[in-house]
């Protein structure tokens, strides 16, 4: 079974979306990381926020960021110059 094999670390763009309106579909992407079981001991999740998962595993750091290819959202540009 795959998921007995990974460790997932993940993070839904669709979080503070959800809590706010009513959706249908899935208007909003998300992102994760898959780090392998016997790895575990050695994986660190250092931070987590809706467009950001930074895992560190032994000395290497896996950055994964959400980025759309377009907006006109005022919000969603200041959440990129944060990034």
């Keep these: 079974m795959l998921t007995s094999r990974f460790l997932c670390f993940s ?33 660190e999740l250092l931070y987590a926020a809706e467009r950001v998962l930074i895992v560190k595993c032994f000395n290497v750091l896996f950055v994964n960021v959400y980025l759309p290819c377009h907006s006109n959202d005022e919000a969603y540009d200041s959440s990129l110059c944060d990034i």
């Design 11 to 43: 993070k839904s763009a669709m979080d503070s979306a959800v809590s706010t309106d009513i959706f249908r579909g899935r208007p909003f992407g998300g992102l994760a990381v898959f780090i392998h079981t016997r790895l575990q001991h050695n994986v």
